[in-house]
C-alpha cells in the first residue's frame, strides 16, 4: 500500500503538440501573440511588466501543458466551429492555431460572447503570461498566427483626408 501511495501521478495523454494564440487588440488594446509546443517552450510577443510590444521566452510546467490539452480536449477543439461570425468593432478577437500529428486547426471567436467555454479557454490561454518567468530577447519571433500582423499593421494605416470632390459629393 505504500509504494504505491508513493508513485508520481501519471501525466496525461497529451494528443497536441503546438499551440499558438493572437488576440487582436480592441481599440486600447495592442493585442498580444504567444506559442506553446511539447518542448515546453514558450514565446510571447506584447507587453509584459515594464515593456511595452517585446519578444520574450520562457518555458511552462508538464503541469500547465498538461491541463492545457485537458481544456483543449474539453472544448472538442477537433469538431467546434472554427469562426463564430460574429463581427464587433470594439472587440478582442482571438486566433488560436492548435496542432496534433499531422493535422492543425484555427479558430477564431469574438470576445463579448459571455458563458462561452471556448472564450473561457482562449482567455485562460491569453492570461497565461502573466503566471510564467519570461526572458526578454532582441530576435524577433514568427508565429503562424495572422491577428497580430493585422494589428500591427492598422496601427500604421494613416487616414488621408478627404479630397474636394468627395465633400461636395456628400452636400
Known amino acids: 500500500m505504500l509504494s504505491i501511495s508513493c508513485k508520481k501521478a501519471t501525466r496525461h495523454n497529451n494528443e497536441i503538440i503546438k499551440v499558438e494564440?493572437?488576440?487582436?487588440g480592441a481599440?486600447?488594446?495592442?493585442?498580444?501573440s504567444m506559442s506553446i509546443d511539447t518542448s515546453l517552450n514558450y514565446k510571447y510577443f506584447g507587453d509584459y511588466g515594464n515593456v511595452k510590444q517585446g519578444y520574450?521566452?520562457?518555458?511552462?510546467?508538464?503541469?500547465?501543458?498538461d491541463t492545457l490539452n485537458q481544456k483543449f480536449e474539453q472544448i472538442k477543439f477537433k469538431t467546434i466551429d472554427t469562426n463564430d461570425n460574429t463581427n464587433v468593432a470594439d472587440a478582442n478577437y482571438f486566433e488560436v492555431i492548435i496542432h496534433w500529428k499531422n493535422e492543425k486547426r484555427r479558430i477564431i471567436r469574438v470576445?463579448?460572447?459571455?458563458n462561452d467555454s471556448i472564450i473561457?479557454?482562449?482567455l485562460w490561454l491569453n492570461d497565461s503570461f502573466k503566471y510564467i518567468k519570461l526572458h526578454p530577447i532582441k530576435n524577433h519571433i514568427k508565429f503562424e498566427t495572422t491577428l497580430h500582423i493585422k494589428t500591427a499593421i492598422s496601427d500604421s494605416v494613416k487616414f488621408p483626408p478627404p479630397t474636394i470632390k468627395e465633400l461636395e459629393d456628400r452636400q
Open 21 to 24: 494564440l493572437a488576440r487582436s
Open 27 to 32: 481599440w486600447s488594446d495592442f493585442g498580444a
Open 56 to 65: 520574450f521566452i520562457g518555458k511552462v510546467t508538464h503541469k500547465f501543458w
Open 111 to 114: 470576445r463579448p460572447r459571455e
Open 120 to 122: 473561457n479557454v482562449f
